[in-house]
């Protein structure tokens, strides 16, 4: 089947994003920055929004993990098999590294909608015969390797995507760079677009920059400077072949070293951030640019445990294309809300059974914690103060964790083994799991499985956030940081609780450690476990509210169509 000419003649968004996650099958992404993109992608087919988006292909994934008797995180490759799931095109470019000549070749998937909707996506590899085998290695590891293998593979992204879609004939109206990985496609912008020298002209005239800016959107995802990608000139200049004068360049990318931040907000007609919050702190960070924000969402179907697809199909039809839909929550009973709820419970239980041979209570509070594994997340917040957590939670609550840490990550890597050691020595007081190798498959079990989805990130570091985004369709409250998307969607005691003091300065410095534990046990103990135990109306109050008051808003079509009236008219 190759009718993908029928995808050249519609103007089309490029939507360049170094990770994306469509389904787990497809292992091309390590957390909520590839997630959001595979559901940008979602809600772009489901509205039919003309987009065709640019990935590397990744081919031994991200990482497998599995939990050792130690309660260390193993790696192991996620090797998948391309051929299987998609269609390798026939046209090929050609981009130059370390100048050797590198092929890139493009596979295609289609993100199909039930309204007929089809968003292209494709997947750059450089494992082509006559590539050196070097090079053949670049579209292997989803952020593996050293700076040099980052930068190449940033090249192809950038450069060759730019490349092969104009060798494929599609006519992009707009790039959308999701995250800075993929700012070097200005750069082949830039050098395509250059003006035929005239006399009275200097070198620099002949450099059209105004007319890359028109056609760029920027979106930044990270609140602190570290960040941010940098390379030290040096290994640019060694590494990528380009014919843009390095003090232009410099004034593009930056004097010291080349920011993929920084070359990307320079060369884009609009910047955001992805939440309010993030919005005003990226400005903060960048005072000469302004920087605008569209709230992060999750796409509603994909993210919608079956058994609440089949209640909503009932009573709100076509929610899954129409998520405002949501906001009439209150005209389904509340009995059917708590049994569809249980359901996608008792399916949680199960699957942990299997898995990790625990059988956990269905009559007992239940709390998630699951996400990319990440020092700042404090996924072991709650174990502060394990006495006081004891005598609070024995008998009333559980809890089910997960999350992977990025291998080099040795912090990271040590605070799952602390949690662990936890979970292992107090697990005969308060039943708790650590369900191993998180990816989407897992979070759409785990999420809506669970009564109540915690997040206690520093602030104000935690960008958006999305998972609670997922677990609110799901009718699943959030208990959570003032940070991110929760500051826009909390309501307390009516969408959800807090946790710690309200968000005020922008400063990365603040750190409400005792603050924030003293409110998540406070919390737990006078008002949330009694409410659970001793109000169930209340509680599916609260149930609905995270639908209706949340998930009405917080999710990819809404955000989309804001892209569309705010980014991409321009
Ligand atoms: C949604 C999702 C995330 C993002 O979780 P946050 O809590 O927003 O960080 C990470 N990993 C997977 C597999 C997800 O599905």
């Not at 879609?165 to 700012?183: P, T, V, W």
């Not at 059209?208 to 040096?234: I, L, M, S, W």
């Not at 951030?273 to 960070?285: I, L, P, Y």
């Not at 890597?413 to 005969?428: P, W």
Request: aromatic residues 10%; glycine residues 8%.
């Amino acid at each position: 089947m190759s009718d993908w000419k029928k995808f050249l003649p519609e103007q089309r968004i490029a939507y360049f994003s170094m990770e994306i996650g469509l389904t787990s099958e497809i292992p091309t992404y390590s957390g909520g920055l590839g997630v959001l993109a595979g559901d940008t992608i979602k809600s772009a087919a489901d509205l039919k929004i003309p987009l065709v988006a640019v990935t590397l292909l990744s081919r031994k994934g991200y990482f497998s993990q599995s939990i050792d008797d130690q309660g260390r995180q193993q790696e192991s490759p996620n090797q998948w098999h391309p051929e299987n799931l998609l269609e390798c095109l026939p046209i090929k470019t050609l981009i130059t590294i370390e100048e050797r000549d590198v092929k890139i070749q493009a596979w295609l998937y289609r993100v199909t909608s039930p309204s007929r909707g089809q968003v292209p996506v494709l997947f750059l590899d450089t494992d082509i015969p006559g590539n050196a085998a070097e090079d053949r290695r670049i579209t292997d590891h989803l952020y593996g390797g050293d700076q040099a293998y980052r930068f190449k593979q940033e090249i192809v992204l950038g450069i060759g995507g730019a490349r092969i879609l104009n060798q494929l004939g599609f006519n992009i109206r707009k790039y959308h760079m999701n995250e800075g990985h993929a700012s070097l496609l200005t750069l082949e912008l830039l050098t395509h677009g250059r003006r035929p020298l005239e006399e009275t002209w200097d070198e620099r005239n002949s450099w059209n920059t105004q007319e890359v800016t028109n056609k760029c959107v920027f979106t930044t995802h990270t609140p602190v400077r570290a960040g941010h990608d940098q390379f030290p000139y040096d290994l640019v200049e060694r590494i990528l072949d380009h014919e843009i004068p390095l003090d232009l360049l410099k004034d593009l990318g930056g004097q010291e070293h080349l920011n993929m931040t920084l070359l990307a907000m320079n060369l884009s007609q609009y910047v955001n951030g992805v939440a309010k919050k993030h919005g005003e702190v990226s400005q903060a960070m960048f005072p000469g640019f302004h920087i605008h924000a569209i709230t992060n969402g999750i796409h509603p179907f994909t993210w919608t445990s079956p058994y609440f697809v089949n209640l909503y199909n009932r009573y709100l039809p076509s929610w899954a294309t129409e998520p405002e839909l949501l906001v009439r929550v209150d005209s389904i009973p509340d009995d059917e809300i708590w049994d569809t709820h249980c359901g996608a419970k008792a399916y949680l239980f199960q699957y942990i059974a299997e898995t990790c041979g625990v059988e956990l209570d269905p009559d007992i509070l239940t709390i998630g914690f699951a996400r990319r594994v990440a020092t700042y997340k404090r996924g072991d917040l709650i174990f502060s103060d394990m006495d006081r957590l004891l005598s609070l939670g024995e008998g009333k609550l559980q809890m089910v964790f997960g999350g992977k840490a990025h291998p080099h990550d040795e912090p990271g890597k040590e605070l799952i083994h602390r949690m662990m050691q936890n979970i292992r020595q107090y697990g005969d007081r308060i039943r708790m799991v650590y369900l191993p190798n998180y990816n989407m498959d897992v979070a759409s079990r785990l999420i809506p499985g669970v009564d109540l989805w915690l997040n206690t990130p520093m602030r104000p570091l935690e960008a958006s956030g999305t998972s609670g985004m997922k677990a609110a369709i799901n009718g699943v409250p959030n208990f959570s940081v003032l940070d991110g998307w929760w500051i826009e969607g909390h309501i307390e005691g009516v969408t959800g609780w807090s946790i710690g003091p309200a968000p005020n300065g922008n400063s990365i410095s603040q750190n409400h450690m005792d603050e924030d534990v003293e409110d998540l046990y406070a919390k737990l103990e006078n008002t949330i476990i009694p409410l659970y135990y001793q109000d169930r109306s209340g509680w599916i109050r609260i149930m609905k509210n995270a639908i209706g008051k949340n998930a009405y808003y917080f999710n990819t079509h809404v955000m989309m169509r804001r892209y569309v009236t705010e980014a991409y008219c321009h």
